[in-house]
């Protein structure tokens, strides 16, 4: 069998994403490799596809139990047996997993580092007994100092390539910077690896930051819009994930708690209930997530700063690993920073304090940006990217600029007064006229002491990052970073240059991204019945299929169990346990709604997704379709002539609308247009049921369409 046989037969999908092919190539040759991959982007499949064309056992060592038990399911649903020795299990449960892995009926072996070369541990011993194939180490980058989860247990894991030199290694994380990269091969000693950097972007993640003011109003303004979808809130501290999820609670919202201070069973329970969607919001601390395979998050919230980017990234990455629209939103304020120094200096290690003083500066600057976020992630995992990624807050925001030549001017001053030997907030409490005693009182009787009072301090935050990013201040990188004036500030000081300040309030953004046009009602069907598929395997819903694979069914209505396998998602084994539920609520819908498949349409998709990177016109297909038309056979003379169905010939019409060959009067009757056109534009043209359900039985759902492509052509 070829990667790309088991590839279909087993997760359903015909190409591989990113570099997995290769990958995957280089395992089975039997050389080493280190693969940074984001989150969602397909790691996993790296060395589990490999795990079921090698003729042995593969070992998989993971942090946490809860990811553990999520992959074994996730792995035994698709086909593929797989198994984890952890504490969770008594003796015989143990004993039996042994017995099957003497008998070569498990290909992957789920572990922690710690139960593999523990003083007492005898699994190594056993282990080497078998016929071992393939080590693979998730989430590699906790061996390192210098990542952003160090977990001292991971060095254990150099022991490896002693006990087993032979076998080839494939290291997997989804952040690390070059220091990290290069101490992860190291530590794990890989044997000349292959390296393997994926793109870092993760498109259908919209990224905001906004200003930590009425913080809790400003959620659950934010949480209003995601009533129905599970996310997840990360706070700093244990308590304020506790005080969080009750408040969220005394609001309507089902919220729970997770931090590392809870009792075994009580995190335990709390994941389960997020992972079944029995509890839709998660507020925790950074112990929760890793690992965390639940394909339907779509948003993840940061209510306090992160320590750093690479976590920062890796949390919001738990969002839409289905690839469907999701968001990222980081309330942030220069109090957080200050706080956040304190937990970054390592005692006793001046090098490691610096490193992560510097890494914790590096996040508060995005924080801070006025230029593309998306692009600095990118520019971070040294990956170029664009000035604008369209779907940042800051990219899809008009700025409002104003005169602040003055406000400039007081703080140069300040700076100034100061003999430049202060950091950002000590110049702030100056200007504000702050009464703490950590203001001396000599710099209370300066001239420039509260001439800035009308100004809050997060305001204030902004205004001198502004300042910054203007070269008209700059800070020092020391441990105790301070304010200086820069060549450029003479001449605004001496008021012979203006300055111009981006407006921090009153603007308005959008985060919205496309998705297909879709029956509505038909998904709540299906997202109903994989509740129940669940409930009887008892494993989380998202691991039957996932929302994206849903999707799919809701907007291209496979009729049959062939039709159904061209749906992502659906291998051999899934599509003989679960086809037949989905597709009998798939027709019972297409029946009572008058619907047909539009399965073609999904190849006509696929092909014009490449095309459109090339900017060229319609399909071949559509074409055909459109050129019978203009010779005068109608709808159904040309489905009947081309063997698909009226639905499909009238998407194909849809596109020489959008593209302005075709006239919409063609499809829709010039009385009709005002009609269809004003509930478009009242609730969207995303769901065609509830268009369909407002316009009556007058309307037919290829006149909506065709209204649709119209006003895309018209926008």
């Known amino acids: ?76 649903l698709t086909g593929i047996p797989a198994a984890y020795l952890n504490s969770t299990q008594n003796s015989g449960e143990q004993q039996n997993i042994i017995s099957r892995l003497k008998s070569g009926k498990i290909k992957l072996l789920y572990l922690a580092p710690e139960r593999l070369f523990s003083s007492e541990s005898r699994l190594v011993s056993f282990l080497k007994s078998l016929t071992v194939s ?22 254990m894991l150099a022991h490896f390539k002693t006990e087993f030199p032979l076998i080839p290694v494939i290291a997997l994380t989804a952040t690390a910077d070059k220091l990290t990269q290069q101490d992860i091969k190291d530590k794990l000693a890989l044997h000349n690896p292959a390296e393997f950097v994926s793109s870092f972007n993760r498109p259908n993640i919209s990224y905001t930051v906004a200003p930590k003011k009425n913080s809790f109003d400003q959620l659950l303004k934010f949480l209003d819009k995601h009533k129905d979808d599970s996310g997840i809130i990360y706070c700093l501290s244990r308590q304020g994930t506790e005080d969080l999820a009750a408040n969220l609670r005394a609001q309507g919202y089902q919220a729970d708690a997770y931090h590392a201070g809870l009792t075994v069973e009580t995190k335990s329970r709390n994941q389960d209930k997020f992972l079944r969607d029995e509890v839709k919001i998660m507020v925790a601390t950074i112990a929760f997530g890793m690992g965390i395979n639940k394909s339907n998050v779509r948003y993840v919230v940061h209510y306090d700063l992160p320590k750093n980017i690479e976590g920062y990234y890796q949390e919001t990455g738990r969002a839409g690993r289905d690839g469907l629209p999701s968001e990222a939103l980081l ?9 956040l120094q304190g937990f970054a200096r390592v005692e006793g290690n001046e090098e490691q304090s610096r490193i992560m003083l510097k890494k914790l500066d590096d996040m508060a600057k995005y924080c801070k940006l006025q230029t593309c976020r998306r692009q600095y992630l990118m520019h971070y995992f040294n990956e170029p990217f664009p000035d604008n990624c369209g779907s940042c807050d800051v990219c899809l925001t008009e700025f409002k600029k104003f005169d602040g030549t003055i406000l400039a001017q007081k703080a140069l001053s300040a700076v100034v007064r100061l003999n430049q030997r202060f950091g950002t907030n000590y110049v702030i409490d100056l200007l504000r006229g702050s009464r703490s005693e950590k203001i001396r009182e000599e710099h209370k009787r300066l001239k420039t002491y509260g001439i800035g009072k009308d100004v809050s301090k997060a305001d ?23 304010l200086k004036l820069t060549p450029a500030s003479d001449a605004v000081l001496k008021g012979q240059q203006t300055v111009e300040f981006i407006l921090v309030e009153n603007v308005e953004t959008s985060t919205e991204i496309q998705v297909p046009i879709y029956e509505a009602g038909l998904l709540q069907d299906l997202k109903s019945i994989r509740y129940n598929l669940a409930m009887g395997e008892n494993v989380p819903a998202y691991l039957i299929v996932s929302d994206a694979t849903l999707l799919e069914i809701a ?97 194909h019409l849809c596109n020489f609308i959008q593209s302005g060959e075709m006239n919409v009067s063609e499809l829709v009757a010039s009385e009709k247009m005002p009609a269809i056109k004003d509930a478009i534009e009242s609730y969207g043209a995303d769901r065609l049921s509830p268009l369909k359900e407002i316009l009556g039985e007058g309307y037919t759902y290829a006149e909506i369409k065709a209204v649709v492509s119209w006003m895309k052509r018209e926008d």
């Open 1 to 76: 069998m070829t990667p790309s046989e088991a590839l279909h037969k087993y997760y359903g999908y015909t190409k591989f994403r990113h570099q997995q092919e290769a990958i995957i190539q280089q395992v089975l040759s039997g050389g080493d490799a280190l693969v940074l991959m984001p989150t969602g982007g397909g790691k996993s499949l790296c060395y589990q596809l490999p795990a079921v064309l090698l003729p042995g056992l593969t070992i998989v060592i993971s942090p946490l139990i809860a990811l553990m038990k999520d992959q074994v399911d996730s792995l035994n």
């Open 134 to 155: 393939l080590i693979a180490i998730d989430e590699a980058h906790c061996i390192s100092h210098w990542g952003h989860d160090f977990r001292p247990e991971y060095l």
């Open 331 to 339: 309330f942030f304020s220069a109090g957080d920073v200050f706080k």
């Open 460 to 482: 204030w935050q902004l205004y001198i990052a502004q300042l910054v990013t203007q070269g008209l201040l700059q800070v020092t990188e020391d441990d105790y970073p301070v």
């Open 555 to 651: 907007t291209y209505l496979p009729q049959t169990p062939n039709e159904l396998s061209r749906i992502s998602g659906f291998g051999e084994v899934k599509l003989v346990r679960y086809g037949d539920a989905f597709l009998q609520a798939t027709l019972a819908y297409c029946h009572q709604h008058n619907l047909k498949s539009l399965i073609d349409a999904k190849q006509v998709k696929r092909a014009s997704k490449s095309r459109a990177a090339k900017a060229s016109g319609p399909t071949a297909t559509q074409r055909e379709s459109f050129d019978l038309y203009r010779a005068g056979l109608s709808i159904s003379d040309i489905a009947k002539q081309r063997n698909l169905s009226p639905t499909t010939v009238e998407s």
